[in-house]
């Protein structure tokens, strides 16, 4: 699954890949549950184990994907 998350005075999304078992309902509420506190960072754990924490009230969106377009070639 891929997710983009769009931060405060950046310019560009950060862009994580998940593993394709990632389960999109308990994504969501782990970043609503996040989300409540400004203060609090949502941690996510990318295909290859890396982690990345980002900090809640550094978030301005959240963009959850299947991951089926990569590798697509071409302007269909």
Same mark, same amino acid.
């Given at each position: 699954?891929?997710? %983009?998350?769009g931060?405060v005075?950046s310019? =560009?999304?950060?862009?994580?890949e &998940?593993?394709d078992?990632?389960?999109a309902e !308990?994504? %969501?509420t782990?970043v609503?549950?996040a989300? =409540?506190d400004?203060?609090?960072? &949502? ?6 184990? !890396? ?10 969106f959240?963009?959850l994907g299947?991951?089926s ?8």
């Amino acid at each position: 699954m891929d997710v %983009r998350i769009g931060l405060v005075h950046s310019l =560009r999304e950060l862009e994580v890949e &998940l593993p394709d078992d990632t389960d999109a309902e !308990a994504l %969501r509420t782990q970043v609503d549950e996040a989300m =409540r506190d400004e203060d609090s960072v &949502l941690w996510l754990v990318d295909r290859k184990g !890396a982690n990345f924490g980002i900090a809640a009230g550094k978030i301005t969106f959240i963009q959850l994907g299947t991951g089926s377009e990569k590798g697509r070639i071409g302007f269909g």
